[in-house]
């Protein structure tokens, strides 16, 4: 819309400018800017040039448009050019009319059919970075380039350098993010292929220690027990790795039937019961009358809930307190383990789930683990189409809650009993 009592000039500016917050194609924003560029400074034409990714030589990123096609086939040498030498020194500079052709303006003159008789290049500089130049051409009436046209080009080169800038900046995060997804899927393979090599000679160890203990005396138990309780702590290691890596085979594993919520709680904590206690640790299970079902994979949501309970044993002082809950939300079960122990820093609390994330090593080192327990939770609750997540607060204690979707047949009988 135009305003009353601007200028043309200014007008066309606030116009490129409007277009620049419409977010345009960066192709198609520096052909308008280039086109105005032109426009502002009486020119036959204006071009933006960028280096090549080797630095040795420009092309065209905007052109005038009958010349466009020609010019973007056309390499625009960084040495013996305008270009390369504003490039160069980040200064504008002025060629008037008489001062003698550059010996490439004869090349590009005999490609485009133009001849060049006057030119004004910018350098596009933003953040410190040279990305390019703006060069305007041919002033009408055969009049030379003035200071007053710099200045317009120069405030126009700004928004140009900020939209390269912008574009090189996106690229670069695509660039890092495709190469994390490399490293990610190299990891993935590298745990997959490790504990199925590592599961056959651990078989056997285990198989032959049992087999062992029942032939020795008594007096060896001891050792042939470390042997045992050593490689199925191994074993466990690698179960949790192959089970956090791979949700397909984890899915086509799941064995579904009508899980008890109720029961599942109170098995865990039971199972926990004696660890709590030596450790001088209450640890409660906190259950309503009525049981709740979901369909799913006992042994898997077992593995999780345990999970989150170990962690809570080992990350609270003795004299602290763990609830495990569940109950019914619409739609849902929903677990919860309380504890009151040394909490979570805010910034750790996404990160946690990740495979070998721990918040502090030398912290979690003196518990052991390999930043596996979450991980694997999260990926046995997924299986169940469930969610995890953790609130916490540093010297405090954390809650970790799990939510799994109801059983269809229990959400179906709920309505009926809600519907009057
Ligand atoms: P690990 O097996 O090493 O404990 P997890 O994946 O189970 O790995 O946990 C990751 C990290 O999250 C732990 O190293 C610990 O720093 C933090 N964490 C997990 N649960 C708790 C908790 N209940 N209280 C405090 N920190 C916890």
Redesign the pocket.
């Known amino acids: 819309m135009p305003i009353p009592d601007v200028p043309q000039p200014l007008e066309d500016l606030l116009q490129s400018t409007r277009d620049l917050r419409d977010a345009l194609d960066l192709e198609s924003y520096l052909q308008i800017l280039s086109e105005l560029a032109a426009q502002l400074t009486a020119s036959e034409g204006a071009s933006i040039l960028v280096p090549n990714e080797a630095r040795t030589a420009f092309y065209f990123l905007a052109a005038p448009r009958l010349q466009r096609d020609v010019l973007r086939t056309l390499d625009v040498p960084m040495i013996g050019s305008a270009a390369g030498r504003v490039f160069a020194s980040g200064v504008p500079e002025i060629i008037g009319a008489g001062s003698g052709a550059d010996h490439f303006f004869a090349q590009v003159d005999q490609l485009t059919g133009v001849e060049t008789r006057s030119l004004a290049v910018v350098p596009l500089v933003f953040k410190g970075q040279t990305l390019g130049v703006l060069e305007v051409l041919n002033r009408q009436g055969g009049a030379d380039y003035t200071p007053e046209d710099v200045a317009i080009l120069e405030v126009l080169a700004v928004q140009a350098a900020m939209l390269l800038y912008n574009d090189m900046l996106e690229k670069r995060l695509e660039k890092s993010q495709s190469e994390a997804a490399l490293l990610d899927r190299m990891k993935s393979d590298f745990i997959a292929i490790t504990s199925h090599e590592l599961r056959t000679p651990l078989g056997l160890i285990l198989g032959h220690a049992t087999f062992l203990r029942e032939l020795v005396e008594p007096e060896y138990h001891e050792q042939l027990d470390t042997i045992i309780r050593s490689a199925t702590r191994l074993k466990t290691i690698i179960e949790n790795l192959s089970s956090v890596d791979n949700f397909q085979s984890g899915l086509a594993s799941l064995r579904s039937r009508m899980v008890s919520i109720k029961r599942l709680v109170e098995d865990m904590v039971d199972a926990f019961q004696p660890e709590a206690k030596s450790r001088g640790i209450t640890l409660r299970a906190r259950l309503g009358p009525a049981d709740l079902w979901v369909d799913g994979d006992a042994e898997k949501l077992g593995l999780a809930l345990g999970?989150?309970i170990?962690?809570?044993l080992?990350?609270?002082e003795p004299g602290g307190f763990i609830s495990v809950s569940a109950e019914n939300v619409p739609g849902y079960v929903k677990i919860s383990?309380v504890?009151t122990?040394?909490?979570?820093p805010s910034e750790?609390l996404t990160r946690?789930?990740e495979r070998f994330?721990?918040?502090?090593s030398h912290?979690?080192r003196t518990?052991?683990?390999?930043?596996?327990?979450?991980?694997v939770t999260k990926a046995m609750v997924e299986l169940h189409g469930g969610r995890v997540w953790?609130e916490?607060m540093e010297g405090k204690g954390?809650t970790?809650t799990i939510l799994l979707p109801l059983d269809a047949a229990q959400n179906a009988a709920a309505q009926r009993v809600f519907t009057p």
């Open positions: 999970n989150l170990k962690n809570a080992q990350f609270t383990v504890d122990g040394i909490g979570i750790d946690i789930f994330y721990q918040v502090q912290l979690t518990h052991g683990g390999m930043g596996l327990g979450l991980a953790a916490s954390s970790f």
